[in-house]
C-alpha cells in the first residue's frame, strides 16, 4: 500500500520545512534507510530518511519550496499503485521536468471565421507550439540573464539578447557570448571602450553582481541575533593569559595518547586546544554558578548541568551543538562528544535535540587567526567566551626578564541582567587560572 512521505518536525520551533534537494527521482526504487531528500529548517540542512519499501511514485514538492509540517512530500508505493487519492490537487513543484519541458503540446483546429484580410488558422501551423511560447519564438515574460558588461555592450550594439544564447550559469550571456555573435554577423572586433570594459570585468576577481534568497537558516541566525543585541543588555571583558602552558600539556598528553593507541585498537584521538578550553569552562563553572543561568519571564533559572555549545562554521553558516554534561565528562569522552557533534554539523546529520538546550556558549576564531572578538550572546544563555589566536609575543619572564612567550586572549561577553561585572571578573580570572595551568583541572 502506497505511503504519503510528509513533512517531518525537524526542529522545536520549526513551523515550515524548504525542500532543498531530492537525492531519489520519481521511479527510483526505496529502501528504509535510504536518503530522500534535504531538508532545510529554522536550524540547520538535515537529510529526509525514507522508512518504506517500494517505488518513489511521486515528487509532490519541487526542489526549492516550502511546506508545513505534516503535509505531503513524495509518495511510495508499488509499480503501478493507483495513487490519484492521495495526490493533493495542487502539488508545489518548482520546474518541470525534463520529459514535461520537452513536451509539445498538439492544439486542435477548431472552426472559426476568418475576417477579411486575416491569415486562416490552417496557414498558421500551431501543431508543434510549446507553452508559453508565441509564434516568434519568444517565451513570454522571459527574463534574460546577462552579465553587466554584456547588457552594457548589447545597448551600444544594439542588439536584443533576447537573441542570444548563453553560455554561463542558468543561460547567463556573458561577454564572450556577445563576441561570438558579432563576430558571425559580421560587426568585428570590439572597440577600445569596450576593451575597456572588458579590463575592468576580468579584474573583478570572482565577485559579481547577483541576488539570492534568504536561507531559513540565515533569516533565523539574523533574527536571533537581533533579538539578542536589543534585548539583552550586554556588557564584556576581556582578558589576555599565558597560553604557552595550554599548548605544552596539548603536546604532551598527544605524544601519550599517540603512544597508547599504538598498543590498542581504538581510533586515533588528538586532543584539541578547543577541547581544553571547553574543559576549563566545564571545570570553572562549577564555582560561579550565576554564569550557569538564564533569565525567565518572572525568574532567574539556575541549572545543575553544563550543557555547552560551541561554535561550527558550516556552508550556509553557523551552528552551535550542544555537549550536555559537560562537567560530568572527562577531557577524552568530551574530546569525542566535541569530534562526533562536529562531524555530524558538517554532514548535516545533527538532530534537533543536539541544537538545542545549551546553559553556556563557546566561540573560537583563533584558528582563523582573529586575535580578539567579543561574542554576541546565545540566548537563553548568561554569557559567551570568545577565543582568539594564540600570539609569539614578548612576555615578562618570572624573573622580571624580556622572554619569548605566546599569550591568547579571551573575551566575555554577559547578560547584564544575570551577571554582575565583578561575578564576571571573578569567572574570567578562574578560567585564566585553570588555562594557565591545565594541571588544576585534573585535580
Known amino acids: 500500500m502506497a505511503q504519503v512521505i510528509e513533512m517531518p518536525k525537524l526542529s522545536d520551533t520549526m513551523a515550515v520545512g524548504t525542500v532543498v534537494k531530492w537525492h531519489k527521482t520519481k521511479g527510483d526504487t526505496v529502501s528504509n534507510g535510504d536518503i530522500l531528500a534535504e531538508i532545510e529548517t529554522d536550524k540547520a540542512t538535515m537529510e529526509l530518511e525514507n522508512f518504506d519499501e517500494g ?17 505531503p512530500l513524495a509518495i511510495v ?33 477548431t472552426e472559426e471565421k476568418t475576417l477579411p484580410g486575416e491569415s486562416s488558422p490552417e496557414k498558421l501551423n500551431l501543431q508543434n507550439v510549446r507553452p508559453e511560447q508565441d509564434i516568434s519564438g519568444k517565451k513570454e515574460n522571459e527574463r534574460i540573464i546577462a552579465s553587466p558588461l554584456a547588457k552594457k555592450i548589447a545597448a551600444d550594439k544594439n542588439i536584443d539578447l533576447s537573441t542570444i544564447t548563453g553560455s554561463g550559469p542558468r543561460g547567463r550571456v556573458t561577454k564572450i557570448d556577445l563576441e561570438q555573435h558579432i563576430g558571425q554577423v559580421g560587426d568585428g572586433p570590439l572597440s577600445d571602450s569596450k576593451q575597456m570594459y572588458n579590463d575592468i570585468e576580468d579584474s573583478t576577481g570572482i565577485l559579481s553582481d547577483k541576488v539570492i534568497p534568504i536561507t531559513k537558516m540565515r533569516s533565523v541566525i539574523a533574527s536571533r541575533l537581533l533579538e539578542s543585541k536589543t534585548t539583552i543588555p ?3 571583558l576581556q582578558k589576555e593569559i599565558n597560553a604557552k602552558p595550554l599548548h605544552l600539556t596539548r603536546a604532551a598528553m598527544n605524544k601519550k595518547l599517540a603512544i597508547t593507541q599504538g598498543h590498542s585498537n581504538s581510533s586515533e584521538l588528538k586532543i584539541t586546544v578547543n577541547d581544553l578550553i571547553l574543559k576549563a569552562c566545564a571545570e ?21 548541568s553544563i550543557n555547552l555549545a560551541f561554535g561550527v562554521a558550516i556552508e550556509d553558516g553557523l551552528l552551535t551543538p550542544v555537549i550536555r554534561g559537560a562537567n560530568a565528562l572527562s577531557l577524552r569522552a568530551l574530546s569525542i562528544e566535541a569530534k562526533a557533534l562536529i562531524a555530524k554539523a558538517r554532514n ?6 543536539e541544537m538545542t538546550g545549551s546553559t553556556f556558549t563557546v566561540t573560537n576564531l583563533g584558528m582563523f587567526g582573529v586575535d ?8 537563553p544563555n548568561a554569557a559567551i567566551l570568545s577565543v582568539g589566536a594564540s600570539v609569539d609575543k614578548a612576555v615578562i619572564g618570572p624573573c622580571g626578564n624580556v622572554i619569548a612567550g605566546q ?9 547584564h541582567r544575570l551577571v554582575d561585572g565583578a561575578v564576571a571578573a571573578n569567572f574570567l580570572k578562574s578560567l585564566a587560572e585553570n588555562l594557565e595551568n591545565p594541571a588544576n583541572m585534573f585535580i
Open 55 to 71: 517505488i518513489l511514485l511521486d515528487i509532490i514538492v519541487g526542489e526549492g519550496n516550502e511546506a508545513p509540517i505534516g503535509s
Open 77 to 109: 508505493g508499488n509499480q503501478g499503485e493507483d495513487i490519484s487519492s492521495l495526490i493533493p490537487s495542487e502539488s508545489i513543484k518548482s520546474e518541470p521536468t525534463s520529459d514535461e519541458k520537452h513536451q509539445e503540446i498538439e492544439i486542435e483546429p
Open 234 to 236: 550586554h556588557f564584556y
Open 284 to 304: 570553572t563553572i562549577k564555582w560561579h554558578p550565576q554564569i550557569n543561568t538564564s533569565w525567565e519571564k518572572n525568574e532567574i533559572k539556575y541549572y545543575k
Open 348 to 353: 548535516k546529520k545533527l538532530m534537533p535535540d
Open 372 to 379: 580578539f572578538f567579543s561574542g554576541i550572546i546565545n540566548p
Open 407 to 415: 599569550t591568547m586572549m579571551l573575551g566575555l561577553s554577559c547578560d
